[in-house]
């Protein structure tokens, strides 16, 4: 076998996938059988799925494995239609796994549930596959303390909203790290930490007298982006 050949999936992880998803093996249980003994699914809608997610590695018997996809299902129609969906091109089935591996990296069930939406709207098509992977990419990297700092920043830009001067308008929509700390006493030693994550993921960005930091040498205050919001967004979703 060639490096670049894809190793017959193990018989224990076909065992594990054979137990998991109840739902899916009955409605695809010829093709899941198939795929336990040859290795090839021969029948069924949600066998192509199954057997995609054997070849990656991925243990869907993981509770947070099977959460994330039954989460998905209920967005698009059921198990069948996200095996579909999934199973469409080489994209599609990228970002299913993609969003599985950041699930089981979470122990939080509202961040699994927005993992789930997420897929759901990158495959039937009301959000790009591209723009799935980038949040995707940005709920796998944050944790309570970064969702914690992004809502204080949308708090704060939401409450002054409505103000118009324009000499006002970055300080107002935007905070200080010494601003942040105040609202949220227990980051002060994790702040630094924090923003890093957030930025580099441009879930905030920093600005200085309404001109980006970059600019003028360093970080002066940071204001919640458009992918930030989003990030919320689909966290409060679930």
């Known amino acids: 076998m060639t490096n670049d050949e894809t190793p017959e999936p193990s018989r224990s992880v076909q065992r594990r996938l054979f137990d998991a998803l109840p739902d899916a093996i009955a409605s695809a249980a010829t093709g899941v059988l198939d795929l336990a003994t040859t290795g090839t699914p021969s029948a069924g809608v949600a066998a192509p799925l199954l057997a995609a997610l054997v070849r ?63 897929l759901a709207n990158g495959l039937d098509g009301h959000a790009t596959v591209d723009q799935s992977q980038i949040l995707t990419a940005a709920l796998d990297a944050i944790e309570a303390p970064h969702v914690q700092v992004l809502a ?16 006002d308008r970055a300080k107002l929509l935007t905070l200080t790290n010494t601003e942040i700390v105040d609202r949220l006493p227990g980051h002060r030693t994790v702040l630094g930490a924090v923003t890093q994550v957030l930025a580099g993921h441009h879930l905030i960005e920093p600005v200085s007298g309404g001109v980006k930091s970059e600019l003028l040498g360093g970080p002066g205050r940071w204001a919640i982006t458009d992918l930030g919001r989003a990030c919320l967004a689909r966290l409060e979703e679930a």
Not at 89 to 104: F, G, S, W, Y
Not at 152 to 167: F, K, S
């Open 152 to 167: 204080v920043l949308r708090e704060q830009a939401d409450g002054h909203e409505t103000e118009v001067r324009y000499a």
């Open 56 to 118: 990656y590695g991925l243990d869907v018997r993981s509770s947070r494995g099977e959460r994330v996809l039954e989460a998905t299902a209920e967005q698009v129609g059921g198990l069948d239609r996200l095996a579909d969906l999934a199973t469409a091109d080489e994209a599609r089935l990228e970002l299913t796994v993609r969003v599985i591996e950041a699930a089981m990296r979470t122990t939080h069930e509202n961040k699994i549930r927005a993992l789930g939406r997420v």
